[in-house]
């Protein structure tokens, strides 16, 4: 099992910064990507932002390319979404979700965090 714990989200006013974080435990050598998910009221779940333990490989939606930043500490098995420039559609619960494999199953959830965008 890998427990997955986010944290870092809030209320931000238009044109600020969060940096999100999804510290994550257990069998963690089981996964291969690690995933940033959103999901805001009345709409489909997204896909936000991913990057592979190993490697430079990182991805992104078009919707953040530009202004989120996805990274990683191997050490602390902590992954970080660094969001800049934030805008109102971007408010929802963000949530880090990890693959065991390079085809992105994401088995394995966090819990999400809020962030909130004010005009």
């Known amino acids: 099992q890998v427990q997955l714990v986010e944290s870092g989200g809030g209320l931000v006013q238009a044109g600020g910064s969060l940096r999100l974080s999804c510290a994550a435990s257990g069998r963690t050598f089981s996964t291969y990507v690690m995933g940033w998910f959103r999901h805001a009221p009345g709409k489909e779940r997204e896909f936000v932002a991913a990057?592979?333990?190993?490697?430079?490989?990182?991805y992104y939606a078009d919707s953040v390319k530009g202004r989120f930043t996805i990274s990683r500490d191997n050490a602390k098995n902590t992954v970080y979404l660094q969001m800049n420039s934030l805008k109102p559609e971007d408010t929802a619960v963000y949530s880090c979700?990890?693959?065991?494999?390079?085809?992105?199953?994401?088995?394995?959830w966090g819990q999400g965090t809020q962030v909130t965008v004010s005009s």
């Open positions: 979700a990890a693959a065991i494999d390079y085809a992105n199953n994401y088995k394995y």
């Open positions: 990057i592979r333990w190993i490697g430079d490989n990182t």
